[in-house]
């Protein structure tokens, strides 16, 4: 059974910065391309950056120079680390792994970005 867990979430004042992780179990996450959503409240789900199983990454453009997504396949585990935060930052971040015949997502980690 796959899972994912997502982790690091929490409240940060504008300017912080958060790391968060995405561990993986039932599957061997490095063969994978992953992914980090967010979804606003009263929002739809959107895109935030995407890391291939060849390591090559893509952003939304809101958050390029500022997000970063890596991996550690020894660990099964995608991060994202989260500099400079905005207001307009905060949301709920899901990951996301594309598998051959289906994705899989996570549960969801709030970040809130507020002073």
């Known amino acids: 059974q796959v899972q994912l867990v997502e982790s690091g979430g929490g409240l940060v004042q504008p300017g912080g910065s958060l790391r968060l992780s995405c561990a993986a179990s039932g599957i061997i996450l490095g063969f994978n391309t992953m992914g980090w959503y967010r979804q606003a409240a009263g929002k739809e789900r959107e895109l935030v950056a995407r890391?291939?199983?060849?390591?090559?990454?893509n952003y939304a453009d809101s958050v390029k120079g500022r997000f970063t997504i890596s991996r550690d396949n020894a660990k099964n585990t995608v991060y994202l680390q989260m500099n400079s935060l905005k207001p307009e930052d905060t949301a709920v971040y899901y990951c996301?792994?594309?598998?051959?015949?289906?994705?899989?997502w996570g549960q969801g980690t709030q970040v809130t970005v507020s002073s």
């Open positions: 890391i291939s199983s060849a390591g090559s990454t």
């Open positions: 996301k792994l594309e598998g051959n015949w289906k994705d899989y």
